[in-house]
């Protein structure tokens, strides 16, 4: 077996080291990149055989067909997500796409959870106050969420595990999704409903759906005005579900309880990024940064060492795999296999 040139965007330290830790150098021979993947920048894949590609990077059309061009044959994504992806343009150009479907669920509802309890409890006030030797309690009010309701859009692999978190606390979960799983719904006390009851019968609603074109903006003005006043927004999925513009209109208006936010619309180029000292360019994202009932952490619900381990593991199989001609791990394929020449 030849050593397998893959070319790896957008890569911070905690990739490069996961990715390292899971084959030999004889086996992959790593080409990392801390730029992302567009057009612009995919002749930086020159030479390699594989690229592996991460939720901000965007392999439409054009970029594929230059990474085509290059020789390129396997994009590996190594997210679940894959809506930066054409699949369709990559299957036409005889590109095999592969991605990591699921590495751990617990470490992404888990986040959504601490974006629940820390907005509700506002644990990061109470901190700040703290550390400033402010010892007052006021404003800080929050409330229990055993017997409170819960919805969950989207009951897959995460939005169960959220769901069943959220039991544990002694809420009611209400839930939404296109191909409800009534078994694990009764097993879990779980009670499907209709979209807009969802919206507006909960305290706390959590996002788990993937991005499509019917999800884009599921939460827009007509949805947030269903809500309840006070209601909590978690989403940890794709920034796109929300409308942002929409979000900060009922903020303003003071009906929100809280969001809680792991994504962001406009995230690419600004989350992942150190950016302190610079001026921040998104008006949008400054007003949310200045609500005290807003909490934004950049896109890190994933960032546990099980699931980047396990990223590694899927995503090394993957390459592998291709490179020699053998089957991609199960539910790991977007489109059909090519063979390798
Ligand atoms: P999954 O495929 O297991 O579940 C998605 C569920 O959404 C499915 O049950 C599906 O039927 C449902 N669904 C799809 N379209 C729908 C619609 N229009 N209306 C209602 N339900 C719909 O996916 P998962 O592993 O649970 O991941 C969910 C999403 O979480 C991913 O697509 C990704 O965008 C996001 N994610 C974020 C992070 C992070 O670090 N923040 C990490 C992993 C995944």
């Not at 330290?13 to 801390?34: C, K, T």
């Not at 997210?79 to 590495?103: F, H």
């Amino acid at each position: 077996m030849t050593t397998l040139p893959t070319a790896v965007f957008d890569t911070k330290s905690y990739d490069r080291e996961s990715l390292q830790r899971g084959v030999s150098n004889a086996e992959i021979e790593w080409r990392f990149m801390d730029w992302r993947l567009s057009a612009e920048t995919a002749a930086s894949a020159s030479g390699a055989r594989a690229v592996c590609i991460f939720v901000n990077d965007r392999a439409d059309r054009p970029c594929l067909e230059a990474l085509a061009s290059l020789g390129v044959k396997h994009i590996a994504l190594r997210c679940a997500g894959y809506n930066g992806v054409d699949v369709e343009a990559a299957t036409e150009l005889g590109l095999a796409v592969t991605r990591v479907p699921a590495y751990s669920p617990y470490a992404v509802a888990e986040h959504a959870v601490a974006l629940l309890l820390a907005l509700n409890r506002k644990i990061p006030r109470a901190s700040n106050r703290v550390h400033d030797l402010n010892f007052s309690l006021n404003g800080l009010v929050g409330f229990d969420l055993h017997g409170k309701t819960a919805g969950i859009f989207g009951t897959g692999k995460i939005g169960r595990v959220a769901a069943q978190i959220l039991r544990g606390f002694g809420m009611q979960v209400l839930a939404f999704d296109l191909f409800p799983s009534h078994e694990w719904a009764k097993q879990h006390g779980v009670e499907y409903t209709d979209a807009r009851t969802l919206a507006g019968q909960c305290e706390v609603i959590s996002l788990h759906t993937p991005l499509t074109p019917e999800t884009y903006h599921i939460i827009r003005r007509e949805t947030l005005e269903l809500m309840k006043p006070g209601t909590i927004l978690i989403n940890v999925s794709r920034g796109a579900l929300i409308d942002t513009t929409a979000l900060i209109e009922a903020l303003k208006s003071g009906r929100l309880g809280g969001v809680g936010l792991d994504v962001y619309e406009e995230e690419e180029g600004v989350f992942f990024e150190d950016l302190s000292g610079q001026i921040l360019q998104d008006d949008e994202l400054a007003r949310l940064l200045t609500f005290p009932n807003v909490l934004i952490t950049a896109h890190q619900a994933f960032l546990t060492q099980e699931a980047l381990s396990e990223i590694a593991r899927v995503t090394v199989a993957n390459l592998i795999a291709f490179d020699t001609g053998q089957p991609f791990l199960a539910g790991t394929t977007l489109n059909a296999q090519p063979q390798p020449e």
